[in-house]
């Protein structure tokens, strides 16, 4: 499993981004999707989380991040979203994606990308 994440950068307080992960391997659909991210000096936050399409594909937000942020899936492109909108400066972070498969322990990573949110 190979995961990139694209779409961070540099966006004013109050703006939106859109990141996306695209995911090479098989069965996509049968893995949890996750976002995390990490902040200088901070501990790692899981953001978002949508299971997989056979566990039902509901989603769990961090409470710092719910009514802002959306976690999405397309089983037919490999690919999760994760839009950010009302973005504040403590959203400043290296956002990961992760997968992890139904029933197995074994998690694989992206690179990450960097979201800045200053004015």
């Known amino acids: 499993v190979q995961l990139v994440e694209s779409g961070g950068g540099l966006v004013q307080p109050g703006g939106s981004l859109r990141l996306s992960c695209a995911f090479s391997g098989f069965a996509f659909s049968n893995y949890h999707m996750s976002w995390i991210r990490q902040a200088p000096g901070k501990e790692r936050e899981l953001v978002a989380i949508?299971?997989?399409?056979?566990?039902?594909?509901?989603?769990n937000y961090a409470d710092s991040v719910k009514g802002r942020f959306t976690i999405s899936r397309d089983n037919a492109k490999n690919t999760v979203h994760l839009q950010m909108n009302s973005l504040k400066p403590e959203d400043t972070a290296v956002y990961s994606c992760s997968a992890k498969l139904r029933g197995s322990p074994d998690k694989y990573w992206g690179q990450g990308t960097q979201v800045t949110v200053s004015s």
């Open positions: 949508i299971f997989s399409t056979s566990a039902g594909g509901s989603t």
